[in-house]
């Protein structure tokens, strides 16, 4: 087969699961071809998703001979169960059913990180102090986003070149900081057991946040899904949805300023998602950023911190493509 055949690459989550072919593009970056979205819950399994797409793209005739697929969970060998979805991933399986050389599983967070590389200024918003004009050499962030889960990765920088490694840090636990979130957290644990930052911060954890505010409050929670509580918020600023928003926006603050502390990410915080975008003018206005930097002693030292909101949409698939074309980490 030609040694110029695409990769099949795909970002793999709980809700949705993304495809594309891959080449270098005249700039150096990958670029995508034959992207598609398809919603998770309408195949059985991953492979019968990955056959839709050859099916409905060009892929098939194009000599593939590699995948690399970003997965919604810790990749700790060949074959993974998603952390938020009953789909299993399995790379033999996928090489056996398609006919590939090589196929490649990397934790999907990993692969946001590896585009958040890719990406100049252009791409970015930010909250709090400005971003650098430009990425320097040498630069240590932390990357996070709220989606069906709560994806984190670090992402360095040495001699210009990106190091980016997965994290599960989203499942750590979560830390309240004054008495209403203390009672938030003993309603979701008579419901959850232990309860991590991602059952708070990711879609169903708005969902979470919104319920247990009502029944905190006495009143029956109306079961909205997220979207719904972010449109009732933006309509109503005093209402119980917006109260659930406001909460979500400070303790997604905290969230990312401890991951700057455990990380080490003094250069910065990327936050991805379309969660954090369709919050952006909330996340500005809220306590989000007195939270983020609102860490004892090192309060001046977190100050300083910027918080960059990336813009870009497809950067999973994006940053799966740069890991399928340099075949390595970075």
Partial sequence: MAENAPVLVGDIGGTNARFALARPGPDGKPALLEVRRYKSADFPSFIDAVRRYLEETAAQGAGLRRAVFAVAT????????????????????????????????????????????LMDMAHFGSIGPQPPEAWRPDMTLAVLGPGTGLGVCLMQLRAGRPVVLPSEAGHMAFAPANEREVEVLRHLQRRFGRVSNERLISGPGLVALHEALCAIAGQTPPGL??????????????????????????????????????????????????????????LRVSRFRQRFEDKGRFAPAMRSVPTLVLTRRLVGLLGTAAFALDGRNG
């Fill in 74 to 117: 810790a990749v700790l060998g060949d074959t993974v169960r998603l952390t938020n979805s009953p789909w299993v991933v399995s790379a033999p399986e996928a090489r056996a059913a398609f006919g590939l050389e090589e196929v490649r599983l990397v934790n999907d967070f990993q692969s946001i990180g590896r585009a958040v590389a």
């Fill in 225 to 282: 899904p997220p979207e719904a509580i972010t449109e009732a918020a933006a309509a109503a600023p005093d209402g119980p949805e917006a109260q659930a928003v406001q909460l979500f926006c400070e303790i997604y603050g905290s969230v990312a300023g401890d991951l700057v502390l455990a990380f080490g990410a003094w250069d910065g915080v990327c936050l991805a998602g379309n969660l954090t975008s369709v919050l952006l003018p909330t």
